[in-house]
């Protein structure tokens, strides 16, 4: 019904900056929350930035002030711009999204990419 795909993962060198994007496509009738997501070697997932269809956001301590998130020009489309990386935000990101349906009974699920990798390395 939905797909996510992400793009712009990659090799960066610590200190350099990625920018990831995330379009959302199919039977979508409202996008009420963009988030992103990694998960690093050993690690859970977890957040790292949320956005609301208000335009509040919200990130993860640990990259508070270096990651931003924010909505693209075309349609449900976001991005995640990664500032000043380290080598410990090395992961798979994945996009995620609270949508409402744009078929009966019209639900709201949650959605998910397949992930993109970034590794930060010299």
């Known amino acids: 019904q939905v797909q996510l795909v992400e793009s712009g993962g990659g090799l960066v060198q610590p200190g350099g900056s990625l920018r990831l994007s995330c379009v959302a496509s199919?039977?979508?009738?409202?996008?009420?929350?963009m988030n992103w997501y990694r998960q690093g070697p050993g690690n859970k997932r977890e957040l790292v930035a949320s956005?609301?269809?208000?335009?509040?956001?919200d990130y993860a301590n640990s990259v508070r002030g270096r990651f931003a998130i924010s909505k693209d020009g075309a349609k449900n489309t976001w991005s995640l711009r990664m500032n000043r990386l380290k080598p410990e935000d090395t992961a798979v990101y994945y996009c995620?999204?609270?949508?409402?349906?744009?078929?009966?009974?019209?639900?709201?699920?949650?959605?998910w990419g397949t992930g993109t990798l970034v590794t930060v390395s010299s």
């Open positions: 199919g039977k979508i009738f409202n996008i009420y929350s």
């Open positions: 995620n999204a609270g949508i409402v349906l744009d078929v009966p009974p019209y639900d709201s699920m949650d959605f």
């Open positions: 956005l609301s269809s208000s335009g509040s956001t």
